[in-house]
């Protein structure tokens, strides 16, 4: 086998360079990949309710200000629809046995002429329960607040146009009570909190030059003296077990600093901006009230400002949630069952619990199933009930005399069980005749038994989305297709009566009569490429060969993290032993400081196995050497026998670089393309006309043609037409 490579030239164009960037910020101590977050904060049904001044749904639309809830079963992200309640919160909220305490103004701007509300809450409802107009001139101005279960009283950071202090807050009223001097101006004051011991604490931070001029914020918690209002710095803040690569940055907007009071642990909502997720986000961190070390615990996959946050616990002595829930199915056809918990056995703080508790179990819109009674630890269940086929939600929660414990929500079945797809679906071609097979599903989409002998098959083609098989039984499907070669899949939907399952496709397979040399040429539509050409991900990393309109190209997209083992393999085409071929084509890399790589082989099949023999090596392919020119390679082969064969292309690029372009790809009989000659095409008996790409036209073009004359010769003609 002979391999021979035209020279390489290579002339530099302008390109891109990918950005540095470089955090002048505190090294890391630890990081954490992104799965080892986002778990519970908090007992289930305990959310997370937080009093939003600014945030973003997405790139384009900020979120309307008001409450909201970030809850574990959402990732801790905050519903995206309207808030729990509309309103300015800038003087920030706190909560305390189910009720939310809050200074409701608007902080934009002329600070001094607001008239705060204070306004008081039902945590569940929202309902206003008590709403009281303050006084102007910096009358609870605050900015964050929090709430001492150990003296019921509420500490909170007011300030005005030049002064900080802090404040005690009577949560009935709202009246504020100075609490000592003003805080040092020297320092900004963010947010404050309180644990399930009394301690008050604040986080605050001071910008300082560092040693070369470079302005740096540094970021404390203090602990409150709470009969003086003065402030005990802990120490620096620093946080670990951030995403890898990331630094702590703090961007000074609103905050918020809570509570969980059944753990004691203290938490910190603040923005912030990763270089590993390449986003601007929001960090959820628990803070060491002792050393002030934060640990992320989830983030926000947006900038999300807030001006108070709390855990809506119940109060310590109402029950805890259900345990061992199950619906139990008395008819499936008229889907009817019972559902049966268990009744909290202890209080929320831990406690035990003793004598008769009450159930409210409610559908997922509130409307109420069944009302129910138990002792403490008992076995109760509803008489039976008549629900929705498919998947149901419920909502349950027990009280006592104390009020209310969290609500906590069960998804059930119902019914019967539509079938889960087909699996192992396998598309393969004798010829031109394709055969399909796969197997049957052995249950339902919910995991529910299903009756096998009863499934039915609709089979769908596609190109051109054609039914080709309604209601067959066996799980097999053979047709044979016409001579023009084709990419082909199909969709399996398996059926049981009236329940449709969920449809899944085949491997794609192209079908066709094998092509003849001289094959090749510009892929001038998609079509020119997906219905010859055979893509291959090797490595199932979602990055692959695919068509570039714009520049009529295949080309490979590159992954940041994963080096390529992507092929794009030949048509099937036919190949004479004692024939020497040379396979042509054109490619360049699209940035000269990450130039790609591509190995170019030869095999009798189409998978990475069957391309068993070597044909080019290009380990470092240049830009395109002029705006209109591209980098062309030729390399020559042989067969050992005659049959069909192809070629590949694997492209090997290492990890983070950047695109691969490949286009003109042609296959020749060298014996062919030796002779040329100068014709008029009137005196001419043509059979088969290519171009010198080798692709097949309806005419001669001006210039250069391959021609297959009627005697069965093959001729380079060079036309004057």
Known sequence: MKNALFPKTHHPLASLTKAAVTLLTAALTQSVNAQELFGRLADEGVDIVGSVTYGKKNSYDAMTQGYYRFSYDNRFQAQLTEPLRKAIVSGGCTYHNGKIYASEYDDSSRLGFQKPHWIVLDAKTFEVLYDRQMNDNYELTTLSMTYDPTTDAIYAINRTYMETFLITIDPATGTPTRLGADLDNNYRYEAIGCDKKGDVYCI????????????????????????????????????????????????????????????????????????????????????????????????????????????????????????????????????????????????????????????????????????????????????????????????????????????????????????????????????????????????????????????????????????????????????????????????????????????????????????????????????????????????????????????????????????????????????????????????????????EAMDVTFGNGRSPEEQSYPLLSLESIPLPPSATEDNVYEVEFTVPQDGVYYYGFHCVTPAYHANLFLHDISVQDKAEMTAVSTIDTDNVSVKDIYNSLGMKTNRMQRGLNIVRWNDGTTHKVISNN
């Open 204 to 595: 605050y931070m001071e910008s300082k030059n560092d040693h070369v001029g470079i302005e740096q914020d540094l970021w404390y918690l203090g602990k409150v003296n709470k009969s003086n209002g003065s402030l005990t710095k802990v120490g620096d803040i620093s946080m670990g077990n951030l995403l890898s690569g990331d630094s702590f940055i703090n961007d000074t907007r609103k905050q918020s600093l809570f509570c969980n009071f059944k753990t004691g642990k203290l938490y910190w909502i603040y923005p912030s901006s990763s270089l590993n997720l390449n986003i601007e986000y929001t960090c959820i961190a628990e803070i060491d009230p002792t050393t002030a070390q934060g640990t992320l615990a989830a983030y926000l996959n947006n900038t999300v400002l807030t001006t108070g946050a709390f855990f809506q616990e119940p109060c310590d002595k109402a029950p805890t949630s259900i345990s061992a829930f199950e619906y139990v199915e008395t008819s499936k056809d008229d889907r009817t069952g019972k559902l049966q918990f268990v009744m909290p056995a202890e209080a929320y703080d831990g406690s035990a619990l003793t004598g008769e508790l009450s159930a409210v179990v409610t559908e997922e819109d509130g409307d109420t199933i069944a009302c129910l009674k138990g002792e403490a630890g008992a076995l109760v269940a509803t008489e039976p009930v008549k629900l929705d086929n498919g998947d149901n939600k419920v909502g349950i929660t027990v009280s006592n005399a104390v009020g209310d414990g969290p609500t906590v929500y069960r998804t059930f079945f119902v019914g019967k069980d539509s079938p889960a797809q087909c699996q192992n679906i396998r598309l393969t071609s004798d010829g031109l005749k394709t055969i399909l097979t796969w197997d049957a599903p052995t249950t339902g989409e919910n995991g529910q038994p299903i009756d096998v002998s009863q499934l039915t098959y609709d089979v769908v083609r596609y190109p051109y989305e054609v039914t080709v098989a309604k209601g067959i039984t066996e799980c097999r499907f053979e047709e044979t297709h016409p001579a023009e070669m084709t990419r082909y899949v199909y969709l399996v939907t398996p059926h049981l009566g009236r329940y449709d399952g969920q449809g899944a496709f085949s491997n794609n397979l192209i079908v066709g009569t094998p092509l003849d040399v001289p094959y090749g040429g510009a892929f001038t539509n998609p079509a020119d490429m997906i219905n010859y050409y055979t893509i291959l991900d090797a490595n199932n990393d979602g990055y692959s060969w695919k068509y570039s309109t714009s520049q009529a190209s295949a080309v490979y997209g590159f992954n940041p993290n994963e080096a390529a083992d992507d092929w794009l393999i030949s048509p099937p085409v036919n190949y004479k032993a004692g024939h020497t071929y040379v396979l042509r084509f054109s490619a360049h890399s699209a940035m000269e400081e990450y130039p």
